[in-house]
């Protein structure tokens, strides 16, 4: 079979490039609302952990963090999938993709977390003892004196942990989403042709990776003109 | 040591707060198969299933990558019905007290081994053997030792069978009871059976390689498995992409549906 019959074939035949088109969009949604989801909570334990560590508080709100960065980042992520959907949503009407939104956001959180936790050890202990003794609050010393710096230092990891989630959200499929990997597979199950199915999802993760890498460069130029260390 | 024992009471909470929400899927609303208009269809990726539940008036077709995942969403609710081959639904019928099928067959279709487009020669000698099988009555033996009344003893090969033209690659997934599933280290079923007699008449050792079923087909045109026998029905979309062997068994697709309360 020629490239181009068969590129007719998997593609314009029975409009099979919709399932790519759409496989996008859900995949972009579910990276989306699990990047939010995992940065909001990556930053609540990431905080707890250094309070404890910093001023002693916050003892059990510490050991949970532990554990769920433990249970997280010791089982596969389609593990944790499968768990939430099969067993913690068993019987309630929740629609999939919010499913696969809380999961990979969940999992997203514990290595938000962990970045954003070395981000706030590698402020100097000097800047929140100088902050104290201005006669600023813990918490506004954090908020104001401590996070900025930190943000700084692990933006970009951040920015990786974001593109890390997204070709981790391939394996959504495994409970009948339709993203964009599943997209290929549907195609690939009716054609049977596996090359152009295959390489076009590929090639559609990599061109989405690379122009987050070239934000993710940006980024760390700019950062480096503003810093004065 | 206090915080430690909240924090246990809490863990355990979690857990006993999600075994709660696993009781109590919705009633049954699919009765015929009309009733299948409009509602959402567990299917398992790439079987003829899928294809035939894409055809149901506004029916939105979930593609699970096992039939057994596409039951378990069946059991909690997640979809309304579930296209599936009829042996196969007897068997989760038989493990799953809350699922029943209906009376009414979806669509009829026929297995057949699959066989690498350019491999003429091997569907010659498979038909042949396949032929004899039938003559001599060990395919119906190999049947009714896995779902007849009486199940009587399962194939064993001769001892002194011939080898002498090395392994046949099969590709199949086995997930597929009572056609080929696991038990143990083994794979067992009609196929698995049905493959060893086929290789004991042919001269050959058969090699069993386990995959995804929509990965069935593609193994086969791209020659990493010889032969493709995974209670592949006969369409017109996979004869253009492979070979079949004379058809072995005449089924029929089923709808399974939450048992009635």
Same mark, same amino acid.
């Given at each position: 079979?020629? #490239?181009?019959?068969?590129?007719?074939?998997? #593609? @314009?035949?029975?409009?099979?490039?919709?399932?790519?088109?759409?496989?996008?969009?859900?995949?972009?949604? $579910?990276?989306?609302? *699990?990047?939010?989801?995992?940065?909001?909570?990556?930053?609540?334990?990431?905080?707890?952990?250094?309070?404890?560590?910093?001023?002693?508080?916050?003892?059990?709100?510490?050991?949970?963090?532990?554990?769920?960065? &433990?249970?997280?980042?010791?089982?596969?992520?389609?593990?944790?999938?499968?768990?939430?959907?099969?067993?913690?949503?068993?019987?309630?009407?929740?629609?999939?993709?919010?499913? *696969?939104?809380?999961? #990979?956001?969940?999992?997203?959180? *514990?290595?938000?977390?962990?970045?954003?936790?070395?981000?706030?050890?590698?402020?100097?202990?000097?800047?929140?003892?100088?902050?104290?003794?201005?006669?600023?609050?813990?918490?506004? &010393?954090?908020?104001?004196?401590?996070?900025?710096?930190?943000?700084? &230092?692990?933006?970009?990891?951040?920015?990786?942990?974001?593109?890390?989630?997204?070709?981790?959200?391939?394996?959504?499929?495994?409970?009948? @989403?339709?993203?964009?990997?599943?997209?290929?597979? $549907?195609?690939?199950?009716?054609? #049977?042709?596996?090359?152009?199915?295959?390489?076009?999802?590929?090639?559609?993760?990599?061109? $989405?990776?690379?122009?987050?890498?070239?934000?993710?460069?940006?980024?760390?130029?700019?950062?480096?003109?503003?810093?004065?260390? | 040591?206090?915080?430690?024992?909240?924090?246990?009471?809490?863990?355990?909470?979690?857990?006993?707060?999600? =075994?709660?929400?696993?009781?109590?899927?919705?009633?049954?609303?699919?009765?015929?198969?009309?009733?299948?208009?409009?509602?959402?269809?567990?299917?398992?990726?790439?079987?003829?299933?899928?294809?035939?539940?894409?055809?149901?008036?506004?029916?939105?077709? !979930?593609?699970?990558?096992?039939? %057994?995942?596409?039951?378990?969403?069946?059991?909690?609710?997640?979809?309304?019905?579930?296209?599936?081959?009829?042996?196969?639904?007897?068997?989760?019928?038989?493990?799953?007290?809350?699922?029943?099928?209906?009376?009414?067959?979806?669509?009829?279709?026929? +297995?057949?081994?699959?066989?690498?487009?350019?491999?003429?020669?091997?569907?010659?000698?498979?038909?042949?053997?396949?032929?004899?099988?039938?003559?001599?009555?060990?395919?119906?033996?190999?049947?009714?030792? +896995?779902?007849?009344?009486?199940?009587?003893?399962?194939?064993? %090969?001769?001892?002194?069978?011939?080898?002498?033209?090395?392994?046949?690659?099969?590709?199949?997934?086995? !997930?597929?009871?009572?056609?080929?599933?696991?038990?143990?280290?083994?794979?067992?079923?009609?196929?698995?059976? =049905? =493959?060893?007699?086929?290789?004991?008449?042919?001269?050959?050792?058969?090699?069993?390689?386990?995959?995804?079923?929509? %990965?069935?087909?593609?193994?086969?045109?791209?020659?990493?498995?010889?032969?493709?026998?995974?209670?592949?029905?006969?369409?017109?979309?996979?004869?253009?992409?492979?070979?079949? %062997?004379?058809?072995?068994?005449?089924?029929?697709?089923?709808? =399974?549906?939450?048992?009635?309360?």
């Amino acid at each position: 079979m020629g #490239f181009s019959e068969s590129f007719k074939q998997n #593609f @314009i035949e029975a409009d099979r490039w919709k399932y790519l088109a759409d496989g996008l969009l859900t995949t972009l949604e $579910i990276t989306v609302f *699990a990047v939010l989801i995992g940065m909001a909570l990556g930053f609540l334990v990431a905080i707890v952990r250094c309070t404890y560590k910093k001023t002693g508080k916050l003892r059990p709100l510490d050991i949970i963090c532990r554990i769920y960065l &433990t249970v997280i980042r010791g089982t596969p992520v389609v593990v944790q999938l499968l768990i939430i959907y099969f067993v913690i949503f068993a019987s309630v009407p929740i629609s999939k993709t919010l499913v *696969a939104v809380i999961a #990979f956001g969940i999992n997203s959180g *514990a290595y938000v977390a962990e970045i954003v936790r070395g981000g706030i050890m590698a402020v100097d202990n000097g800047q929140l003892e100088a902050g104290r003794s201005l006669g600023l609050s813990y918490r506004r &010393t954090m908020l104001y004196i401590v996070l900025p710096q930190a943000l700084r &230092t692990v933006l970009p990891a951040l920015a990786n942990e974001c593109i890390v989630l997204l070709k981790e959200t391939s394996v959504a499929g495994y409970i009948a @989403i339709a993203d964009l990997t599943k997209g290929g597979d $549907i195609i690939r199950s009716q054609t #049977f042709s596996p090359f152009l199915p295959l390489i076009s999802v590929a090639v559609i993760y990599l061109v $989405i990776v690379m122009f987050l890498t070239y934000l993710v460069s940006r980024l760390e130029r700019r950062l480096a003109v503003n810093g004065r260390r | 040591m206090r915080t430690k024992s909240a924090v246990c009471m809490f863990i355990a909470a979690a857990i006993a707060g999600a =075994m709660l929400s696993s009781c109590g899927a919705p009633e049954n609303t699919v009765h015929s198969v009309d009733d299948l208009k409009g509602k959402t269809i567990g299917v398992q990726i790439g079987t003829t299933g899928d294809t035939l539940a894409g055809d149901i008036e506004d029916g939105k077709v !979930e593609k699970y990558n096992k039939y %057994s995942d596409a039951v378990q969403a069946l059991k909690q609710g997640k979809v309304d019905a579930v296209i599936i081959d009829k042996d196969t639904a007897d068997v989760f019928v038989g493990k799953n007290s809350d699922v029943q099928l209906l009376d009414e067959g979806f669509a009829d279709e026929s +297995y057949a081994i699959a066989i690498n487009l350019d491999n003429a020669e091997l569907q010659t000698q498979i038909n042949g053997a396949l032929a004899e099988l039938d003559k001599e009555g060990t395919l119906k033996a190999i049947k009714d030792s +896995y779902d007849g009344e009486e199940k009587g003893e399962r194939y064993k %090969s001769p001892e002194n069978a011939d080898r002498s033209k090395g392994t046949l690659v099969m590709a199949t997934n086995a !997930e597929f009871p009572p056609y080929e599933s696991r038990e143990g280290d083994e794979f067992v079923g009609i196929d698995v059976d =049905m =493959m060893n007699a086929v290789c004991d008449k042919l001269g050959y050792q058969l090699k069993i390689d386990d995959m995804a079923f929509d %990965s069935v087909i593609p193994a086969v045109q791209s020659h990493k498995a010889d032969v493709g026998v995974a209670g592949l029905s006969v369409t017109e979309d996979r004869k253009k992409n492979v070979l079949f %062997s004379d058809e072995y068994t005449v089924t029929h697709l089923v709808v =399974m549906v939450r048992k009635d309360k």
